[in-house]
């Protein structure tokens, strides 16, 4: 058995030496990863400490779980987690769905022309970069924006969209859905092009509706790759972006603005709180890492696809 095992590893090492070519290409990739991933990983350690520059991370003294007890009863703790966990959970429930949506409504349109003008259009959003929203979401949606001139148009009353915490959450959703619908509905498409085309010649010559075919035949060919986007965007679920964020913030809507993001910034680079902001980055990491292993075994077992 020992021999077995000996050998098998022999006929390992000599494929690899057979084809190192290809183990060159995987060289920069582990490198980047090693230097900018994982080395990176020691400065966790001042999440332990009471962090002076002067001393070093090493210099500092070791405080244990005390910066994590600290957020863990601080006033804004239930807030925070509230407010992040709102925004990505809605965000992951509507802006999910809609380009697998989108995608199955573009793989059924046959004039050529107008599918390009429609996937440009929705495509478009995309490129704008997240200050240039965040700047025509102010201008839109402002005292005298365009959105309130139609409100007033129709008869109703000026809305202060920036200045109410209840609009903040639709705002940031709204915008993210518009933004990347499109550009996250082509790799679906690039699933359903590889569906055969004999599958549905089939299903036509057994009589099966447009909507059949795209029941029995499409959402299965794409169910693969939704499952490990989901399991991905569900791993990701306490990363919300920061930059929207911070830049849609104001003192009025800060009750349901602040999230975590933000709030590791203010204190990690405005009051110089490194130690407690790296705790609260570091609990929002492992609570990621939780979530992502949770919903891939479960990924795994309901449909036996998975991230590994």
Same mark, same amino acid.
């Given at each position: ?206 009589? !099966? ?5 795209? %029941? ?5 060919? +794409?169910? *693969? @790759?939704? =499952?490990?986007? $989901? ?13 929207? !964020? ?5 003192? %009025? ?5 602040? +999230?975590? *993001? @933000?709030? =590791?910034?203010? $204190? ?20 990621? %890492? ?19």
């Amino acid at each position: 058995m020992d021999q077995t095992v000996i050998l098998n590893k022999k006929s390992k090492y000599k494929q690899m030496l057979n084809n190192y070519q290809l183990y060159l290409f995987l060289l920069p990739a582990l490198v980047y990863f090693i230097v900018f991933h994982y080395f990176p990983m020691y400065g966790v350690l001042i999440a332990f400490k009471d962090f002076v520059a002067t001393k070093g991370i090493m210099g500092s003294p070791w405080v244990g779980f005390k910066h994590f007890e600290r957020f863990f009863d601080s006033f804004q703790f239930w807030t925070l987690i509230k407010n992040t966990l709102g925004l990505s959970v809605f965000q992951l429930i509507i802006g999910f769905p809609l380009p697998i949506i989108f995608a199955l409504m573009m793989n059924q349109i046959r004039n050529e022309k107008y599918k390009r003008f429609v996937q440009t259009v929705v495509y478009a959003p995309h490129f704008i970069s997240v200050v240039v929203l965040a700047g025509m979401i102010y201008v839109f949606f402002s005292n005298n924006g365009l959105i309130n001139h139609l409100i007033m148009l129709f008869g109703g009353d000026t809305i202060q969209f920036m200045a109410k915490p209840e609009w903040f959450q639709p705002l940031y959703i709204g915008s993210g859905v518009w933004q990347e619908t499109g550009w996250a509905a082509i790799i679906y498409l690039a699933a359903l092009a590889g569906v055969s085309p004999e599958l549905h010649e089939a299903a036509i010559m057994d009589g !099966a509706s447009k909507w059949h075919r795209i %029941l029995h035949v499409d959402i299965p060919a +794409i169910m *693969p @790759t939704a =499952v490990i986007l $989901l399991i991905l965007n569900v791993g990701n679920i306490m990363n919300i972006g920061f930059e929207k !964020a911070y830049l849609l913030q104001t003192p %009025l809507n800060q009750p349901s603005s602040e +999230i975590i *993001p @933000t709030y =590791v910034y203010k $204190l990690g680079l405005q009051q110089a709180q490194y130690s407690f902001a790296a705790a609260v980055g570091l609990f929002n990491s492992v609570i990621n %890492l939780i979530l992502l292993v949770a919903v891939n075994k479960f990924a795994k077992k309901l449909s036996g696809q998975g991230l590994w």
